[in-house]
């Protein structure tokens, strides 16, 4: 695999953040038995993070503008370009010891997601994918699961937490639905990896209301460049101001898509 200069860049960033990220992670085991628990701590491992991040990305691009989930909004002097970046996606899991998290990091050029990368450091998994280059795992080109029947398939899910209690009835419709016909369901907790692990072929199908748009504008990319369709719950292309998606291979999400639909 050939990187772009682009894509070297993004990937340089994303490794530093993750050897912190890594680092900070080992600390976080010893800390569950603490009184006042990991809390404080992630919440600072996530900020370095994604100050990494923001320092690495405007030496190497300055003036690009970013769109961050803890700092949130930054304008630079180029608005055609625009970073999209989740430090830590997967918090709460990073937060509870389960090594099922990702830096995540998208490039949007005028208005449209042209390069993405999710990285879980705790497995050393990257991937990447640029607009018209395809999609890659570990240097790896990856394509979406043959599968073609919900029967045979593995979808994975978002379960709202607690605090999404306004998302809870409608996600339990859906649940029912979909398992009255899926093979499998799972929910991994980090929605970058839930279309990394689609663009991959390891999961068939994915859905999930109320994620944000730091959590999936690189999945997003991984997914279409491995073969795959994205589109928000009513089948458009409005998944990153929706914040809803359903993702997959060409059938299943369509098959997917309805049953979430007749839900
Ligand atoms: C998480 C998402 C996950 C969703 C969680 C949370 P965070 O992002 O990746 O899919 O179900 O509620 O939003 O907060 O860990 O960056």
Known sequence: ???????????????????????DFGEVENLQVSVKGPGDFVT??????????????????????????????????????VWHIDPLDGTSNFLHGIPIFAVSVALERDGQIVAGLVYNPASDDLYVAEKGQGAFHNN???????????????VACGIPPLAGLAHHARFQVELAAVMAKVGNIRRLGAAALDLAMVASGRCDGYWERGIQTWDIAAGVILVKEAGGFVTDLSGGPDMLTKSEICAGNEAIHRQLLDLLRKA
């Open 44 to 81: 600072a491992a996530d900020r370095r993070a994604e100050k990494t991040l923001f320092e690495e990305l405007s030496r190497a691009r300055p003036g690009y503008c970013f769109l961050m989930e803890e700092s949130g909004a930054v304008e630079g002097a180029d608005k055609s370009h």
């Open 1 to 23: 695999m050939i990187r772009s200069a682009l894509m070297n860049v993004m990937t340089a960033a994303a490794m530093k953040a993750g050897r912190g990220l890594k680092r």
């Open 140 to 154: 790896r080109r990856m394509r979406v699961a043959a599968r073609r029947t919900l029967a045979e398939s593995m």
